[in-house]
Nanobody
């Protein structure tokens, strides 16, 4: 059974940093576009960043220049380095893996990130 497990969340102060990780079992991340999404209380889930098979990255405007997504295919893990955190970054962060051109799409359970003023 495919499983995506997020780790590294928690509490940070505004201006601080956190590093999220997403590790997959039963799939090879290197075949997938892996992304991070987030959902704040009372809001819809929104795109944060993703990284394609070739390493091409995309970011939402709200996190560009503050967050960096990277992949370690040897460890089947994708990281999201979050710097200069703001209270508006408080949300549950979800990892997703999508194999383009197929119906294969998987999601993690989500991990809480809370940024205090």
């Amino acid at each position: 059974q495919v499983e995506l497990v997020e780790s590294g969340g928690g509490l940070a102060q505004a201006g601080g940093s956190l590093r999220l990780s997403c590790t997959a079992s039963q799939i090879w991340f290197k075949l997938y576009t892996v992304g991070w999404y987030r959902q704040a209380p009372g809001k819809q889930r929104e795109f944060v960043a993703d990284i394609g098979k070739s390493g091409v990255t995309e970011y939402s405007d709200s996190v560009k220049a503050r967050f960096t997504i990277s992949r370690d295919d040897d460890k089947n893990t994708v990281h999201l380095q979050m710097n200069s955190l703001d209270v508006n970054d408080t949300a549950v962060y979800y990892c997703s893996a999508e194999r383009k051109g197929t119906t294969y799409e998987f999601w993690g359970q989500g991990i809480q990130v809370t940024v205090s003023p």
